[in-house]
Structure formats: structure tokens, C-alpha cells
């Protein structure tokens, strides 16, 4: 990562955890979503658990995007193959855009560290009402991966030679 001498601009970035059996107690992704952001020096907007349901995840999203105060959302869990999994279905819809370089390169990522297991995941980026969303595997190590290695770069408005936040006054242009 090249850096500018620009200033951080620290953004509000909410967390949804889907799951049908984490509570707050044992969310230890959700935890790793929000102990990163902040280390970074965002703000937590607000974090929340739903079921995995299709509605629960869309109304919870769906609400945080239309809130002008939130820049970002990031989801952890709900992206596998199984028949609960349905992440990408809840939330597909509502994006303006789809980042799809963002499952591809986070893949490539997991690929060096489960090998061929990294098909199963079904990660999404895209943009919706200005508001980036990042739709993560339910693991730990995944949400590590896809921080450290990814988000955490394209949210720093100071990283070269661009990233996610230098684009944000041009996200809604018609």
C-alpha cells in the first residue's frame, strides 16, 4: 500500500452479523469486523445480528443505506452454499453497482490459506444509495482476510493510487 500526506477521513461503517445461532456473547467475526474498523480509526455506525433471512437481512441493510450517515456496511456470514446461506441473494438486489473484483480477488486471498475450499464462498461488494457494501464468509479468518487485505486499503482515502473514498462525492451521480 502507497500512502499520500493526505488527512484520514474516518468513516461510519455499520456491521451485520447473520447468523441463526451467534448472539453478541460468541459473534467473534462480528467482533473481528469491529475491533478492525476502529483500529483503523472508523467509527462503528451501529451492529446489529439477524437470522439468516432474506428479509431480515435486506430490511436491516436496506434501512442503513438509506441513512445518510452511513458510508459503508459490511455483513459476515450468510455466503456459503447451503440452503440458509443467502447473503448475496438478500443483498444483490439492492446494489446500484456490483464490485465484482472484490469476490474474485478475496478468493485468490483464500485460496492460500484453504486451498480449494475458497469455491464455497460466495463474498459480494457492490455500491447501493451511495453506501458501499462488503458481504463477508461467517469466519473469522475470512473477515481477517478480507480487512486486512482489502477493505481496510480501499477505505483509507490516503491509499495510492486510489481507493473507495476518494470516489464517495461521485457515488450518485446520474
Request: glycine residues 8%.
Amino acid at each position: 500500500m502507497t500512502t499520500t500526506n493526505k488527512e484520514f477521513i474516518a468513516l461510519n461503517i455499520a456491521v451485520l452479523t447473520i447468523s441463526d445461532t451467534r448472539t453478541e456473547v460468541d459473534d467473534v467475526s462480528g467482533k473481528t469486523v469491529v475491533e478492525r474498523l476502529e483500529k483503523a480509526g472508523h467509527q462503528l455506525f451501529e451492529k446489529k445480528i439477524v437470522k439468516d433471512d432474506m428479509y431480515q437481512i435486506r430490511a436491516a441493510v436496506s434501512n442503513w443505506i438509506a441513512d445518510t450517515g452511513v458510508n459503508a456496511v459490511i455483513t459476515t456470514g450468510g455466503t456459503g452454499v447451503t440452503g440458509r446461506d443467502g447473503t448475496p441473494e438478500a443483498i444483490t438486489p439492492l446494489l446500484d453497482k456490483v464490485l465484482d473484483g472484490f469476490g474474485e480477488v478475496f478468493r485468490m486471498l483464500s485460496y492460500q490459506d484453504i486451498k480449494t475450499s475458497t469455491i464455497q464462498s460466495r463474498a459480494v461488494a457492490g455500491v447501493a444509495n451511495g453506501t458501499y457494501i462488503f458481504c463477508l464468509p461467517g469466519s473469522s479468518g475470512a473477515c481477517r482476510t478480507a480487512w486486512d487485505d482489502l477493505i481496510k486499503e480501499q477505505l483509507d482515502f490516503r491509499t495510492k493510487p486510489c481507493n473507495l473514498v476518494q470516489l464517495m462525492p461521485r457515488l450518485k451521480e446520474k
